[in-house]
């Protein structure tokens, strides 16, 4: 694993520095001109729904897909002049685990570490330490096909560690885990990032950006609607609190003008009204002064998911 070193490029610049990025593919655009740029040591987050352009744009800095127009550094250098010098720096956990199943946890990364031209002690020592890291030792000669999918998931970090990367590039890291892997594979990527490794995520989960996050940014149609820190993010696009009205479908309509105006904005679902206010707990007195009975009711905190689905709505995206 990477130690404690200076993480700043090579010209003294952010690790990963796009203006006016773009993506074509054919007619389609997939990425629209973006300027996006990553400090050493931090942990940058892509978030957007299916199409908005977060894959292409996390390809063009993996040196696996070429640009079609922008400016691109990585590291302080040219993804289409010098790709495999960015390459031997980075490392890559992609959504879908490709590990080799006819290997055993061990051998997948004695191969891969033998990839960069590594020792057979050097990668021996290397996979015993990332085996630690990742809590897989003791399952080190096992087949890869008996391991559950959270382990499956380890293992793909420890291999995108063998290398000792300056950059992770994870693309929806925890996709499908259950919550207690979840939040082992938090603690791995936190750990990391103490260790001064700088982390560029694409996620679906809001709470693991909330968590894992210090900046990120909202794509949306190719292009990045926001940007911020989480907390940054949800003041700017939401409120303090939200108070959740649940009713029987349809029952919402008619009490809509007996809220409205308790709220800075009301959302009307299917089966509830959301009040998006300062204080959630007074929202609801009042509405039950005027006679609203929800069936249930909510205060909560906003959350990155009220930002989200502002910015890029409610309606899936195929």
């Given at each position: ?130 085996l630690d890291f990742t809590q897989l030792t003791d ?125 800075d904005r009301v959302e009307k679902l299917p089966d509830r009204l959301l009040l998006y ?42």
């Amino acid at each position: 694993m990477a130690g404690s070193v200076d993480r700043m490029s090579d010209n003294g610049a952010a690790l990963v520095h796009a203006r006016g990025l773009r993506k074509r593919f054919g007619t389609v655009e997939a990425v629209c001109g973006i300027d996006v740029g990553v400090r050493p040591a931090e942990t940058f987050g892509f978030l957007g729904p299916n199409g908005a352009g977060k894959s292409s744009t996390m390809r063009m800095i993996a040196c696996v897909s070429p640009r079609s127009a922008g400016e691109l550094q990585v590291f302080g250098m040219d993804p289409d002049i010098e790709g495999p010098r960015i390459r031997a720096r980075l490392g890559v956990v992609p959504q879908e685990d490709n590990l080799d199943n006819e290997l055993s946890v061990r051998e997948n990364l004695h191969v891969y570490g033998r990839y960069f031209g590594l020792s057979r002690a050097t990668v021996r020592a290397k996979a015993a330490e990332l085996l630690d890291f990742t809590q897989l030792t003791d399952r080190a000669a096992d087949p890869v096909n008996l391991l559950s999918g959270g382990m499956k998931r380890r293992l793909t970090i420890a291999r995108s560690l063998v290398n000792d990367p300056e950059l992770m590039l994870l693309d929806e890291p925890t996709t499908g885990l259950d919550p207690q892997a979840r939040h082992l594979l938090w603690d791995r990527l936190f750990r990391l990032k103490q260790q001064g490794v700088t982390l560029i995520i694409t996620t679906h989960y809001m709470d693991e950006a909330e968590q894992l996050c210090d900046r990120l940014v909202v794509m949306n149609g190719g292009l990045i609607v926001a940007e911020g820190s989480p907390v940054e993010l949800i003041a700017r696009y939401s409120t303090r609190e939200v108070l959740e009205l649940r009713f029987r479908p349809g029952d919402q309509h008619s009490w809509l003008d007996a809220v409205h105006d308790l709220a800075d904005r009301v959302e009307k679902l299917p089966d509830r009204l959301l009040l998006y206010t300062l204080d959630g707990e007074a929202a609801l007195a009042t509405a039950h002064q005027r006679g609203v009975r929800p069936v249930s009711s909510l205060v909560r905190r906003s959350t990155l998911e009220d930002v989200f689905l502002r910015l890029t709505g409610r309606s899936l995206v195929d």
